[in-house]
């Protein structure tokens, strides 16, 4: 919100109150830490509702959560995820009783773990801005910082298993695509390895960002 | 003749009196401008070519490429705080004790403070 005299603040809560510290891991560290005294002081904001203590508790997962929603429809987007990580179970499961013995340490179960590999693998290193110069537009190769490269790895999953053909549930799709993620495999990481030949090929504007 | 009514009609040389007319005052203004502020410090270009170069040696795996990209992220995080240090005393016009470069708002400062 705009802090102008005439507009008022749209947020319930005003600017200076910050985010909630909700895990009890953070709190025994603040209390520890040498800003517990100025934390007593300050004024926090209410925890969302899926901000929890539960041991459950992904943040991951919680931002994939809301990446997948759809008209504002968050319970129908935890069931999707819910039924791909049943998926991932029952896919890795059933590779890990039909293959040998020396293989099985190798198959990954937890399908949290295959979340946060496949995100880990879609993650971009650098991506590509469109710059105007001297009347011309140009395709320039740009550092990105972590928070964006989270976000468009989780935004090309999505898409990649949106793609897919439309004979399987989704949340079927999402489970493969995932999985493939993991392995560092399937279209997320073909489309960013195509990012990077397009950064190759401008390289020579690299100049251009500054 | 036709020529010379043309010829006649021309405008005759300036004399060289010209009295000056003061209409601005002729003197400085406590001003500068700022359009040619911006510094190319800091610039990560090395570092983009250096990553590009070892992600097409390497078939575009960016894992193999980890100590490429950690430095790019090392020098954008650097570039961006310095950027907003930056940003910050221009807006504010803050005088830095020991500082030899200025940008135009601080010189501002300086001349609203001593004024020629």
Redo the contacts between chains.
């Keep these: 919100c705009r802090s102008k005299e005439s507009i008022r603040c749209y947020s319930v809560f005003p600017k200076h109150y910050t985010k909630p510290i909700f895990r009890k891991e953070e709190q025994d560290e603040l209390v520890t830490n040498e800003k517990f005294q100025a934390a007593t002081y300050l004024s926090f904001k209410p925890a969302c509702i899926d901000e929890t203590s539960s041991e459950f508790y992904d943040p991951l997962v919680s931002k994939f959560i809301n990446y997948l929603i759809k008209q504002g429809k968050k319970s129908s987007a935890r069931y999707l995820l819910e039924r791909a990580f049943l998926s991932i179970k029952m896919i890795q499961l059933q590779a890990y009783n039909s293959c040998d013995s020396n293989d099985k340490e190798k198959i990954e179960l937890d399908p949290k773990v295959i979340l946060r590999n496949a995100v880990e693998?879609a993650k971009?290193?650098?991506e590509l801005t469109q710059i105007k110069r001297a009347g011309q537009v140009y395709k320039v190769?740009?550092?990105i910082?972590?928070r964006r490269s989270r976000l468009l790895a989780i935004r090309w999953l999505i898409q990649a298993a949106k793609e897919k053909t439309r004979t399987d549930f989704l949340y079927d799709r999402l489970a493969h695509e995932l999985i493939q993620a993991h392995n560092?495999q399937g279209r997320t990481i073909k489309k960013?390895?195509e990012l990077?030949?397009q950064?190759?090929a401008n390289?020579s504007y690299?100049?251009f960002?500054? | 003749m036709r020529l010379t009514s043309y010829v006649l009609k021309a405008r005759t040389p300036q004399s060289d009196k010209v009295p000056l007319q003061e209409i601005l005052q002729l003197k400085l203004k406590n001003k500068v401008s700022g359009k040619y502020d911006q510094k190319n410090e800091g610039s990560c270009v090395h570092e983009v070519l250096n990553l590009i170069g070892c992600l097409s040696d390497n078939q575009y795996e960016n894992h193999k490429c980890s100590a490429e990209a950690e430095k790019l992220d090392l020098c954008y995080t650097r570039y961006r705080a310095s950027k907003a240090d930056l940003k910050y005393a221009k807006q504010k016009g803050l005088l830095m004790p020991g500082q030899k470069k200025f940008t135009h708002m601080q010189i501002r400062t300086l001349l609203k403070k001593y004024p020629i």
């Design positions: 693998n971009p290193v650098m190769p740009i550092p910082d972590s560092n960013k390895q990077y030949k950064c190759q390289k690299a100049h960002r500054w």
